[in-house]
């Protein structure tokens, strides 16, 4: 199927843990995207990157590192969690120009 | 600052009536519109979208959004609601002049179809 992928799906872990969630577009497109949705459904860009150089970099704190070996993959490192990055976690893919997103499923973080 | 705003955060129209969801933007240059639906538990899909051209633009599963330039909005419509729309609507926003593929999502809107 072509889609956005992300895993993994939810993600429970405790306050100063590092973890990673990864992303795979298998859809072509240039451009990948990390963006983040809290308690009350608001949506947040973090990251863009486009052919694997990062162009948007968001005010996010520095615990947040993206990552993208290659065109189709875009993975997001958190370092030492805290309680307020519990949220959901979409990753998301356009091609170059004026075109909508694909969104993958949503990572659900959870962090006690 | 370059914002999208979505007024009601709920909207409850009976099955089978007509349905609007607002959306109002304020960017420098023209803007590239978007809106999006999210189900439970799922991921945003992309609806339709206005880049240039007629300012009603048709997209998936019967919505329409028209484009007014002059009240800056883009409300999304649809003739006759369905109880299987009920979902969280976004609109969002590129502006013309980002040189980024930078969207600002509204708020959302939660709409509520009743049997």
Redesign the interface.
Known sequence: DTAVSQTPKYLVTQMGNDKSIKCEQNLGHDTMYWYKQDSKKFLKIMFSYNNKELIINETVPNRFSPKSPDKAHLNLHINSLELGDSAVYFCASSPTGYYGYTFGSGTRLTVV | AQSVAQPEDQVNVAEGNPLTVKCTYSVSGNP?L?W?V?YP??????LL?Y?TGDNLVKGSYGFEAEFNKSQTSFHLKKPSALVSDSA?Y?CAV?PSTSG????I?G??TRLKVLA
């Open positions: 590239y978007f999006y999210q538990n799922r991921g945003l899909q992309f979208k880049i969280l976004f590129r980024t593929y930078k969207y999502f708020t959302g």
